[in-house]
C-alpha cells in the first residue's frame, strides 16, 4: 500500500495479509492508518455489528461551513469516504475489542431530517488499513468488504434495509483468490468495481480487475436483486516487459465508475525485495452492445513516470495523480471529436514548492474535485480544484493539523478526515523515530462549499 506516516496517502490495497501492499521506495513511509488492524481483526471473524444509530456531536446547519465530526460513538478512529447526491456519508470506524480493533462500516447523514445521525450497517470490514475503499451510490447502496467466516475479506454490498450481498471472490482453473474489495459504485447503483486478489509463493501479489453488473432475477416469483461478477480486461499490458522493461504489471483494480459504464483504475506491480513499484493509470470503455470492456492507458506528465486514476465523474473527467519522487494532482479529459485523452497537472496549494505529495482523489459532475496538497513539511491539507479552472486550487478548511478530502457530491459536500499533532507535557512536538510528527486518531470531517 501507498503509505504517509501522515493522514495524506494515495489509494492502496491490502487485504489478505501484512504482505498484500504496495509501497514505493520513492516516497515518504506512508499510511493513512497509522496502527496496521489485519492481525486484530482476523481472530473477530465472527463477530458482527448491531445495527444501531448515535447522534453526531456537530452538524453543520448552513452552507459553506465546515463539519467537525469527530469519532463514531466508541470508536478510536472516524473517516468518511465518500458521499451521495441525498448528503448520506459513508465510512469506517475502528471499534475497540478486546485484544484490538475491528472496522465497522458507517454512515451518517450530513443534511435533512436525520442530520447528524450516524448509523452502523452490521458490517465487520476485513479490509485491513484500506479505509481509502468503499463508496455509497445515490439508491444507498455501500459498498467495501465484509469479514469472511475464514478470517479473509470479501468484496460486499449492503443495502439501506440492512440486507446485504456477498460478491465473490475471482476463481480460475488455479483456484480462488485469497481476498476480494468492492472500492467504488456509480450513483445509480447499478455498477460496482474493485478488484480480487491472491499472494503468489515469491511474495508479490496478483490482483484481477473486477466489475459487478446487477440485474434483477425472479426468486420463488419475486423480484430479486442479484450481481454478476466479470474481469475486466487488460489486453496484454500485464505481460513482461509491455509497459516498463523486465516489469509484468499483475496487479489491477477499478477505483471509480460512473453512470455511462466508464472505470478508472490503474496497473502495477510491487516488488517486495527491492522494495520498488511501477504503476500505470488505464480507463475501461464500455463496448458498444453491452458485450464487455475494453481498456485504455491514460497519458503520462512530461518527464514523470507513473500515474494514478482514483475517480471518475459522469461525463468522462478522471481525477487522480502523477508521480514518481514526488506526487502531483492530476486531471484527465478525453477530446469528445478524437476521442484522445490528455492530462493536465494541477496546482498546488503551495505553488512555490517543486516537492510534495498532492493528489486529486475524486471529482463530482459540475467539475468539482477533492483530494489534499501537501506543505513544505509534507502535511497534507483537504483540498479542491475545478475542472473547469485549471489553475484553481483552495483549502477546504477541514479541522485539524492534517486532513484529507476522499469524497464529494453534486452539493458540495465534501468529506474525509482529519489528524492533530501530539505534544508532551511541556508543549513539545512529538516525533516518531523517522522524524514523523505523531498523530492523534483520525476523526470524520466534511466541508460544503457550494
Request: hydrophobic share 40%; with cysteine; aromatic share 10%.
Amino acid at each position: 500500500m501507498k503509505r504517509i506516516s501522515i493522514l495524506a496517502c494515495i489509494l492502496g490495497l491490502c487485504f489478505v495479509s501484512m504482505s498484500w501492499a504496495q509501497q514505493p521506495a520513492t516516497k515518504p513511509p506512508i499510511g493513512r492508518h497509522p496502527q496496521h488492524r489485519m492481525a486484530n481483526l482476523l481472530s473477530k471473524a465472527e463477530r458482527m455489528a448491531q445495527p444501531g444509530s448515535y447522534r453526531a456531536s456537530a452538524v453543520a446547519l448552513d452552507k459553506s461551513k465546515t463539519w467537525d465530526l469527530g469519532f463514531y460513538p466508541g470508536a478510536s478512529t472516524t473517516a468518511l469516504q465518500s458521499i451521495n447526491d441525498f448528503g448520506v456519508a459513508m465510512g469506517w470506524a475502528d471499534m475497540p475489542v478486546e485484544g484490538g480493533t475491528e472496522t465497522h462500516m458507517i454512515g451518517i447523514p450530513l443534511i435533512g431530517f436525520h442530520a447528524g445521525q450516524w448509523f452502523d450497517t452490521g458490517v465487520i470490514s476485513g479490509e485491513n488499513d484500506t479505509g481509502e475503499a468503499g463508496a455509497i451510490s445515490n439508491t444507498g447502496i455501500i459498498v467495501g468488504n465484509i469479514m469472511d467466516a475464514d478470517g479473509s475479506p470479501e468484496a460486499y454490498a449492503w443495502m439501506p434495509n440492512h440486507t446485504g450481498f456477498h460478491l465473490g471472490k475471482y476463481s480460475d482453473a488455479s483456484g480462488t483468490d485469497d481476498g476480494s474489495i468492492a472500492i467504488g459504485i456509480n450513483h445509480a447503483g447499478t455498477l460496482i468495481v474493485g478488484n480480487s486478489g491472491k499472494l503468489l509463493p515469491d511474495g508479490t501479489t496478483r490482483a484481477i480487475p473486477l466489475v459487478w453488473t446487477s440485474r434483477v432475477v425472479s426468486n420463488d416469483g419475486q423480484p430479486t436483486l442479484s450481481w454478476e461478477m466479470h474481469k475486466l480486461p487488460t489486453d496484454g499490458l500485464e505481460k513482461l516487459g509491455a509497459v516498463f522493461d523486465g516489469i509484468a504489471l499483475i496487479a489491477w483494480g477499478g477505483w471509480g465508475v460512473n453512470d455511462p459504464g466508464q472505470i478508472a483504475g490503474d496497473g502495477w506491480f510491487y516488488d517486495p525485495v527491492l522494495d520498488e513499484w511501477w504503476e500505470i493509470a488505464v480507463v475501461w470503455t464500455p463496448i458498444k452492445g453491452g458485450t464487455g470492456w475494453k481498456v485504455q492507458r491514460l497519458p503520462m506528465a512530461a518527464g514523470i513516470p507513473y500515474n494514478e486514476a482514483l475517480g471518475i465523474n459522469d461525463l468522462g473527467e478522471i481525477v487522480g495523480d502523477v508521480w514518481e519522487a514526488n506526487a502531483f494532482p492530476a486531471l484527465y479529459q478525453q477530446d469528445p471529436r478524437t476521442k484522445k485523452w490528455s492530462v493536465h497537472v494541477l496546482p498546488t496549494t503551495s505553488p512555490d514548492l517543486d516537492y510534495g505529495w498532492s493528489v486529486a482523489w475524486t471529482i463530482n459532475e459540475l467539475g468539482d474535485i477533492v483530494g489534499y496538497c501537501s506543505d513544505e513539511n509534507w502535511i497534507g491539507h483537504a483540498t479542491r480544484w475545478n475542472s473547469h479552472n485549471l489553475s484553481f486550487a483552495e483549502s477546504l478548511g477541514f479541522p485539524g493539523d492534517t486532513s484529507a478530502a476522499y469524497g464529494v457530491d453534486n452539493l458540495g459536500i465534501a468529506v474525509g478526515g482529519y489528524q492533530n499533532f501530539v505534544y508532551d507535557a511541556n508543549g513539545n512536538q512529538e516525533f516518531d523515530q523517522y522524524g514523523n510528527p505523531v498523530l492523534t486518531p483520525e476523526e470524520a470531517a466534511a466541508a460544503r462549499f457550494r
